[in-house]
């Protein structure tokens, strides 16, 4: 699928984000793209696209930041699971990765195969944030955890134990009433921002969220 940039000019609308008490300009695109059940496939295209055509095409005509530390990709449900693979695939490009309620199951968990790639090489560098609220997806197997929540928590247990910095370039948060909605997923946006960018202490710091996942308690997560 090839997609002419300039045909996203109308789409494309800069916001400021206030950062040590300066603003800063960016540029956000959205895309809204099914994804078939080949997600590998697929992902590899939509990356090739984002990095060998939409970046250079933004970078070229907006004044930009280009390096790893400004570029973020995110997304939700299934935008968040290819925002996890495209970090994984291009670290060099997208140093930020936020991932709202990701799709982990999907394609019988093919991510977790990706997962080494945050632990090692220039992926060491990348800061992640991963979320999941407690009232998305039913409970199949009765452990009294919703498939989505079980399954954000056995992907960033497996970080954790990799040696990934949770508070400092991994952030997990397990939202306490939170559903698998847009509502939901914009109430926590400026926490993830927050955390993406943070030069100062965290909002994981603030929150005083502990390591492990399977530590977390109603009283420890952000209430939406």
């Not at 397990?174 to 030069?199: C, K, N, Q, T, Y």
């Amino acid at each position: 699928m090839h997609i002419n940039p300039r045909q996203l000019r109308s789409h494309a609308f800069r916001v400021f984000l206030c950062r040590a008490g300066i603003k800063h300009q960016h540029t956000i695109l959205g895309f809204d793209l099914p994804l078939p059940h080949q997600l590998i496939q697929h992902a590899e295209a939509y990356g090739r696209f984002l990095v060998e055509e939409l970046k250079p095409w933004v970078d070229t005509h907006f004044r930009t930041r280009c390096g790893p530390a400004d570029t973020g990709i995110g997304g939700s449900s299934l935008g968040g699971l290819v925002s996890v693979f495209l970090g994984a695939e291009y670290p060099e490009t997208f140093g930020r990765i936020a991932a709202l309620s990701p799709s982990f199951w999907w394609d019988d968990g093919v991510i977790f195969d990706w997962l080494p790639a945050y632990t090692e090489g220039p992926g060491r560098s990348l800061r992640l944030w991963i979320d999941a609220g407690t009232l998305e997806g039913g409970d199949e197997d009765g452990d009294g955890l919703t498939s989505t929540v079980a399954d954000t928590r056995a992907f960033v247990n497996r970080l954790v134990q990799a040696g990934v910095g949770f508070g400092e370039r991994l952030g997990y948060l397990e939202v306490w009433g939170g559903r698998h909605d847009e509502s939901s997923w914009a109430r926590r946006f400026p926490a993830i921002m927050g955390f993406l960018w943070a030069d100062g202490p965290t909002q994981i710091e603030r929150l005083r969220l502990k390591p492990y996942a399977n530590h977390l308690r109603p009283e420890q997560t952000l209430r939406m």
